[in-house]
């Protein structure tokens, strides 16, 4: 069961440089967000997709774009890195709903130099 | 606002300790829901409960116990006979509803890291 699957896994950017985060899960599940976690502040959430064909902002989306891409697959995208980006990124799933637990993947370490 | 606050930073026990992590959070809702998640060295989040604000019953499951109390706004963890397996950040959250009630968005405590040593 590969349940939510992250690509990469780490990766350094210069600043200015652009790059997408790849999420897929394989759960058939309708919600999916992405985070990230910095020392000292837990996670906080990004961008979110509560069904396909949807998606809205979270608490700090701005240097940020998504796509749901279909059911499975919802990437992020640094259209212009900053070094404030740094910072490991963890896509999640859910089946719906605010009472349904998030499953987690890997997450993606991020540097920008 | 809804706000999850988890004040120890950090936990230091020998093998075989008790250890409670504390969670106490705000919310003007009248139903919530509260998770608890594990990171353990090797990065990835684990989901290890949900409890639901209409349900207050303690609940154990192996050397885990979660403690509950509305009247506090606290929902903490404990950890039974404490073992090095055990080390990892613990993270409480508060699902709070996102539109039309699709997905929910989970608001984290900062997380308190646990060093289980031998």
């Known amino acids: 069961n590969a349940g939510v699957t992250q690509t990469p896994k780490f990766q350094v950017l210069k600043t200015g440089q652009s790059m997408t985060l790849q999420c897929a899960q394989d759960m058939n599940h309708n919600s999916m967000y992405w985070y990230r976690q910095d020392p000292g502040m837990g996670l906080r959430l990004i961008y979110y997709?509560?069904?396909?064909?949807?998606?809205d902002k979270g608490e700090v989306p701005n240097g940020y774009n998504v796509s749901r891409l279909n059911k499975r697959e919802f990437s992020l995208r640094l259209e212009s890195a900053a070094p404030s980006q740094t910072s490991v990124y963890f896509c999640?799933?859910?089946?719906?709903?605010?009472?349904?637990?998030?499953?987690f993947g890997d997450g993606t370490r991020l540097s920008i130099l | 606002a809804q706000k999850v606050t988890q004040a120890q930073t950090e936990i230091s026990v020998v093998e075989k300790e008790d250890v409670t992590l504390d969670c106490v959070y705000e919310?003007?809702?009248?139903?919530?829901?509260l998770f608890w998640y594990k990171q353990p060295p090797s990065g990835e989040l684990v989901f290890l409960i949900r409890?639901?604000?209409?349900?207050?019953q303690n609940e154990i499951s192996g050397r885990y116990s979660w403690n509950f109390q509305k009247s506090t706004s606290s929902f903490n963890f404990t950890i039974t006979a404490s073992q090095v397996v055990d080390s990892a950040v613990y993270f409480c959250a508060l699902s709070e509803a996102l539109i039309y009630n699709q997905g929910g968005k989970l608001i984290f405590g900062q997380g308190t890291e646990l060093s289980v040593k031998p």
């Open positions: 409890r639901n604000s209409f349900d207050e």
């Open positions: 999640a799933s859910s089946t719906g709903g605010r009472a349904q637990p998030q499953h």
């Open positions: 919310t003007r809702d009248t139903t919530y829901y």
């Open positions: 997709s509560a069904s396909e064909g949807t998606t």
